[in-house]
């Protein structure tokens, strides 16, 4: 009975003791199979518990890109199964979103972050300064094309705002060739000029087919006095328009109305106002002035740059019927209203007239 009892107390001593070394070995198991490291080639983006799970490279960068667009000061992130790669790949991931993105190039100062190990992930938490405001964020306008572009950059310029922030997908030097595309539309609408005094654009990034381009205008006055400008052209043009509307009648009242001048006390020489208004005028305001006559009662006609004599000049070309014609009022404005210049042929402007032949390109092509 003794030896039974003891036999019996032995079995149960080794009972506990293999329960105990069981257990033992699943906690060993369990905790190994969280800190165990697969190769993970998949990428995804999901979420769980209201935090983004990402595995490699390509969803971490496309979850912290995603966050800068929508201007979020912190973020957090779960990188699950990631691998040895992480610390060198946050490290590079931030310097290209700063440098090589547009939006990061555009908003970002910096990114800093930390990275707490759990035991089935690391928990990411990034910290993001920027030198931009929400509202400049949101105000980015995404163009497709040139088409867009000029779009978008003509209705800034007639509204007369301060500046104009672009993302342009398929950025080319070529097709997006900045100065040109500004006068562009500068030439091609006149009312541009009220005011205007100069420009600086800026490209975010510098280089890459993806970029955000800002444009800054300045102006001489305020938007006040742009719209007294305005009317006060809008008043002198319906005046001109009540005696003709004809091409030659246009070319006569505009000689009248205006007196050569390259004083240039305030811009104001450069532009219609001072043409048509205070009745001075450089060879650009006499050009610009014309064309907005043109405009008016429906004549197609543009702006033509080149040089008289190795100096810089404009004047105008306009189509009646299916001919072009060109027409410098500024040279034809002297003591008395001469027609030397009106409705000549491209063969006898260029007798006396050097043209910029890749402007003149643009503005026949248009």
């Not at 990114?111 to 035991?119: G, L, Q, V």
């Not at 398929?170 to 091609?188: A, C, E, N, S």
């Not at 004809?246 to 109305?257: G, I, K, M, N, V």
Request: charged content about 25%; overall charge negative; some cysteine.
């Amino acid at each position: 009975m003794k030896a039974y009892k003891k036999i019996k107390y032995i079995l149960s001593i080794m009972t506990v003791i293999l329960i105990c070394a069981v257990l033992t070995g699943c906690s060993h198991i369990f905790y190994r199979d969280e800190f165990v490291v697969t190769p993970h080639n998949e990428t995804y983006t999901s979420s769980e518990d209201d935090v983004t799970r990402v595995g490699n490279y390509a969803s971490l960068r496309s979850f912290l890109l995603s966050e800068i667009e929508l201007h979020d000061m912190e973020a957090v992130v779960h990188a699950h199964n990631y691998g040895e790669s992480l610390d060198n790949d946050l490290s590079d991931i931030c310097e290209y979103l700063i440098n090589d993105t547009a939006i990061g190039a555009y908003s970002v100062n910096s990114i800093s972050y930390t990275k707490t190990r759990f035991p089935a992930y690391y928990e990411l938490v990034f910290s993001i300064n920027y030198k931009r405001t929400t509202d400049d964020i949101n105000s980015i306008v995404t163009v497709t094309n040139v088409d867009d572009f000029l779009e978008t950059l003509s209705t800034a310029m007639t509204e007369y705002r301060d500046k104009v922030t672009m993302q342009i997908n398929y950025f080319t030097g070529k097709d997006y060739d900045i100065p040109t595309l500004v006068d562009r539309v500068y030439y091609g609408k006149p009312e541009t000029s009220y005011a205007f005094s100069s420009y600086v654009y800026t490209c975010y990034p510098e280089t890459g087919a993806s970029r955000i381009v800002e444009i800054e205008f300045a102006r001489t006055v305020g938007s006040e006095e742009i719209t007294a400008q305005k009317q006060a052209v809008e008043e002198k043009i319906a005046s001109i328009l009540s005696g003709g509307t004809s091409p030659e009648y246009l070319h006569d009242a505009l000689c009248l109305a205006v007196s050569y001048s390259a004083d240039d006390d305030d811009g104001q020489i450069f532009t219609p106002y001072g043409a048509l208004v205070t009745g001075k005028a450089s060879c650009q305001g006499y050009a610009l002035a014309y064309k907005m006559l043109c405009d008016a009662v429906g004549i197609e006609c543009e702006v033509v740059r080149g040089k008289i004599d190795g100096v810089a000049h404009a004047w105008n070309l306009i189509t009646v019927g299916d001919k072009q014609y060109h027409v410098d009022v500024t040279s034809d404005d002297g003591s008395y209203i001469s027609h030397e210049f009106f409705k000549v042929s491209d063969e006898t402007i260029r007798q006396t007239h050097t043209i910029d032949e890749d402007w003149f390109e643009i503005i026949t092509q248009d």
